[in-house]
């Protein structure tokens, strides 16, 4: 389960491709091609390993025109889909 204290990492083995304010990601195992939109992209960025699903939310909220509890569920919800994918990892320890 994903909180506003876990903590996501990238996926090490995805390589990200930008294009202007959107990116592709590449699964270099399945060989799977993922798109990002622009805030999908604003969030992978944040996924350091370091920032909490907390800290991403603060970071959308004052860069996007975005009520809090909105952006804290579509950050939950992404971050499950990229996880399900094996894109990125979920440390949910902390």
């Known amino acids: 389960m994903i ?3 876990s903590i ?7 390589l990200c491709t930008e294009l202007d304010e959107e990116a592709v990601l590449l699964d270099l195992k399945t060989k799977c091609y ?6 999908a992209l604003f969030i992978w960025k944040l996924a ?19 009520e809090p509890s909105t952006a804290l569920n579509s950050v939950k ?3 499950k889909k990229l996880n399900d994918n094996n894109l990125v990892f979920i440390d949910a320890s902390s």
């Not at 996501?8 to 995805?14: A, E, R, V």
């Not at 993922?34 to 805030?39: H, I, R």
């Open 3 to 5: 909180d506003e204290k």
């Open 8 to 14: 996501p990492s990238k996926n090490p083995s995805i």
């Open 34 to 39: 993922f798109g990002l939109n622009e805030v």
């Open 48 to 66: 350091d390993g370091k920032r909490n699903v907390s800290d991403i939310v603060d970071e959308i909220c004052k860069n996007f025109d975005v």
């Open 77 to 79: 919800g992404f971050l």
